[in-house]
């Protein structure tokens, strides 16, 4: 900017820019924003505790389900779900709650909606149970490499009389 | 006279410390002098040397004089530093000899161009300014090819950046339009991507390199580099071929610190992991890269910058009497750039550096190309905050 001649268009903005400093500064926003700049360089190192850091990870992967989803599947199954729901759950029937005797049991389970909801119930237990093996290796795998690293280290601290502190 | 605090090296850590002592004692009718000693006149954002060697950034958006630190009344010095007397508690440098009563050293690790037969020749490196400004010139002319990407041991600065590197080459040649001639493969140390921070943080990685055709080789022990072949050999005789070689050099501990009695001249300096201080000179702080890796924190400015504040609030015990300031956290977080993907992750240390037993509580903070902007803000702050124009 050319301080030596300044035009009317910068001229006028810097009396609203002074303008609006006076009235920044009479209600105490001025003295707010100075005392809370002490707080910047702080920010990163409370930001970065363990606790705040494991609860953004976590929100982080719900986000993350919530994208993976897709949302046209989910709204149309979800409105059908709810509409037959709607339709099977009657304040009578509230009411009065049937009982699953066995035979009711048996009769359930011979109707096609109650079998294809049981199927996909059991696909979700398989691929559940499936993640829990693949889950399992990863650990393993992981600690495995780990642990030869920290026998490594344990050898080396001892040799070197770097104190380790006991679990 | 105020006590003396000599901090030595100005990255991370040093700027951090010096800028963590100022704001303590701002408003302390109790000063201390402090002085920070570096043989660069800059400080410069290391996180960034992938986007300078990609064009994104130019070496001076990414630098700020240290001597802007003489605002806040720290002297800094340019000045090489040539011996370490813990015992005389002085300093020798290529400008004057120095005095201290607290001693921070942050010199962080030397690159070692040298350590590796047909290195200089043959690698490229964008962990310098230097070595960024290479690539960047190489890239220019690459017309397609195979580019590999690797690393020779586990001991490099940034353990993520190969990762990044190839997402945004990636990224970078697709919009050259001679990604469909380029293979893009890296080979670690480790069996997959990342896979010492653990499964939540690998499978997010190997699932990105997948998605942009970049191929893995894990568990290849890096042996050596053959310029007739053009290949890079592992230790069990695989070997992988290149036209583009990236790599980091081998790092090795600052020799001054080595060849002190802060050392024994072959290893690491020997430091309490649970304050830094070194055994013997409890006046004598080491923080960052020159010690990480032997007391298994990894070797990133993230966990320096940690260290520097916990450091900075035991000299401020000591010269007040008592201060609660930053206790030492064993975090590391980093953002990845893959170009047109980015990935914050983040790992903590606790059980890994306290007790050596693991794992580590690794998970992704988040993950998306907006990833990039927090990059992005977090390197204006750096700067607003610690070398204030």
């Known amino acids: 900017m ?114 294809r909801a049981l199927a996909m119930i059991f696909i979700f237990l398989k691929a559940f149970g499936a993640s829990i093996n693949t889950s399992a290796e990863q650990f393993k795998r992981m600690m495995d490499m780990m642990e030869k690293q920290f026998t490594k280290m344990k050898e080396e601290r001892a040799k070197r009389g770097i104190p380790i502190k006991e679990k | 006279m105020g006590t003396r605090v000599l901090i030595l090296g100005g990255g991370s850590g040093g700027l951090v410390t010096a800028n963590a002592l100022y704001h303590i004692f701002k408003n302390k009718s109790v000063k201390p002098d402090i002085t920070l000693i570096d043989k660069n006149k800059y400080h410069e954002f290391m996180p960034s040397y992938p986007w300078v060697a990609l064009g994104y950034r130019d070496p001076e958006e990414i630098r700020r004089p240290l001597s802007l630190l003489k605002r806040k009344g720290i002297r800094y010095v340019n000045a090489v530093i040539e011996n370490i007397d813990p015992d005389k508690q002085t300093v020798k440098t290529s400008e004057d000899t120095f005095e201290y009563d607290f001693l ?49 041991g586990m001991y490099y600065r940034c353990p993520p950046a190969p990762f990044e590197i190839a997402g945004q080459l990636d ?99 020997v430091v309490d992991p649970e304050t830094f201080r070194h055994v013997k000179y409890s006046n004598v702080f080491i923080i960052g890269d020159i010690v990480n890796p032997a007391i298994n924190l990894p070797p990133a400015g993230v966990v320096a910058h940690f260290q520097a504040e916990f450091v900075a609030n035991q000299i401020a015990v000591e010269i007040i009497g008592g201060y609660i300031g930053e206790s030492f956290t064993p975090v590391a977080m980093c953002i990845m750039d893959f170009g047109d993907d980015a990935v914050l992750p983040m790992c903590e240390f606790t059980k890994v550096y306290k007790d050596l037993s693991g794992p580590p509580t690794c998970g992704v903070l988040g993950r998306g190309k907006e990833i990039r902007l927090v990059k992005e803000a977090f390197e204006a702050m750096w700067f607003a905050n610690y070398l204030t124009k």
């Open chain 2, 104 to 152: 921070v050293v942050s010199l962080g690790a030397e690159l070692n161009i040298e350590g590796i037969e047909h290195y200089k020749e043959e690698a490229h490196h964008p962990w310098s300014m230097q070595g960024a400004m290479n690539l960047r010139r190489a890239l220019k002319e690459f017309k397609g090819g195979k580019i590999l990407i690797g690393v020779q």
């Open chain 1, 2 to 115: 050319n301080t030596e001649k300044l035009t009317e268009r910068q001229e006028e903005a810097l009396r609203r820019l002074a303008d609006l400093a006076v009235k920044l500064h009479e209600n105490g926003v001025i003295d707010l924003l100075e005392q809370l700049s002490e707080l910047s360089p702080k920010a990163i190192s409370y930001l970065a505790e363990p606790r705040i850091l494991k609860i953004g990870a976590n929100i982080s992967f719900i986000l993350h389900i919530l994208e993976v989803i897709n949302p046209t599947i989910f709204s149309v199954m979800m409105n059908n779900f709810i509409e037959a729901l709607s339709k099977e759950m009657t304040p009578e029937q509230m009411m009065n709650p049937p009982r699953a005797t066995i035979g009711k049991i048996i009769k359930y389970m011979r109707d096609p909606d109650v079998q």
């Open chain 2, 171 to 269: 990224f970078m040649l697709r919009a050259k339009g001679i990604r469909d001639n380029t293979d893009i493969t890296i080979f670690h140390i480790t069996p997959g991507p990342l896979s010492n921070m653990g499964p939540a943080i690998s499978t997010v990685i190997a699932e990105i390199l997948n998605n942009k055709g970049v191929k893995f080789v894990g568990n290849f022990e890096f042996d050596r580099i053959s310029p007739q072949e053009k290949k890079v050999y592992a230790k069990d005789g695989r070997s992988l071929p290149y036209d583009l070689l990236i790599m980091p050099p081998a790092h090795k501990p600052n020799s001054v610190v080595m060849n002190s009695p802060l050392s024994n001249g072959k290893d690491f300096p």
